[in-house]
């Protein structure tokens, strides 16, 4: 159903360590957005990618670090893990960028990856 | 705090019948898009109504969208134990970046 695959789709981290998400966008699809996500709340938007170049970014610590490549990859890296890092974390491909905004796209998420911090 | 809050927070209705729930918004938007999710899986993208738009319809959804109140309405008519789901609304605000901002989301119960 989905254009958009994440991996891994669980993965256990202890307190102080560095954990690297990777997502594989949907083909054509040059905008990649990040998303953390608490249990029992919305989505929180980490930081945005168009053609390889963040362009917007939420309220997170540098800590919170990315990369968008050529094959419509990307990463989303985060260092020092702290517990609160514990969340579901989603990756979303669109055709909106900020040229192409008033088009109106939706965006497609992945499954998410749950991080879980001990 | 978050650009969208729904309202209800959670909603239990029976197979038949009508779900409502409402989100509200501060800023200026391009577009409000409604999105469902299963059990903490990934967002599926349902409608997306744009600035200059008031209703509109997909299937049995059906959004409405007041810029004036700030404020836009999601309907699913004829509900089926499948809708169990969360509902959240997103603003797409050029003066946020173009990015998503998210409520917290409506919580649906659908009885058989």
């Known amino acids: 159903e989905t254009g958009v695959t994440q991996s891994p789709t669980h993965l256990i981290k202890t307190r102080g360590q560095q954990v690297t998400l990777r997502c594989s966008s949907q083909?054509?699809?040059?905008?990649v957005s990040w998303y953390q996500q608490a249990l029992g709340q919305g989505p929180q938007f980490i930081f945005q990618?168009?053609?390889?170049?963040?362009?917007g970014r939420g309220n997170f610590p540098p800590r919170f670090s990315g990369l968008q490549f050529p094959n419509y990859s990307s990463e989303l890296n985060v260092n020092a893990l702290e517990l609160d890092d514990s969340a579901l974390y989603l990756c979303?491909?669109?055709?909106?960028?900020?040229?192409?905004?008033?088009?109106?796209?939706?965006?497609?998420f992945g499954s998410g990856t749950r991080l879980t911090v001990v | 705090s978050q650009q969208g809050e729904e309202d209800p927070q959670a909603l239990s209705i029976q197979e038949g019948e009508n779900a409502t729930m409402n989100c509200s918004y501060k800023?200026?938007?391009?577009?409000l898009q409604w999105y469902r999710q299963n059990s903490g899986r990934g967002l599926v993208h349902l409608i997306l109504?744009?600035?200059?738009?008031r209703e509109k319809h997909s299937g049995r959804l059906r959004v409405t969208l007041d810029t004036s109140k700030k404020s836009s309405s999601l309907l699913i008519t004829a509900s089926r134990a499948a809708d169990t789901a969360s509902y959240f609304c997103?603003?797409?605000?050029?003066?946020?970046?173009?990015?998503?901002?998210f409520g917290g989301g409506t919580r649906v119960l659908v009885k058989p």
């Open positions: 979303a491909s669109s055709l909106a960028s900020i040229f192409s905004t008033r088009a109106g796209y939706g965006y497609t």
């Open positions: 997103a603003t797409d605000a050029r003066a946020a970046g173009n990015k998503l901002t």
């Open positions: 083909s054509g699809h040059n905008t």
């Open positions: 800023t200026s938007i391009n577009n």
């Open positions: 990618y168009y053609r390889e170049e963040e362009n």
């Open positions: 109504i744009r600035s200059n738009e």
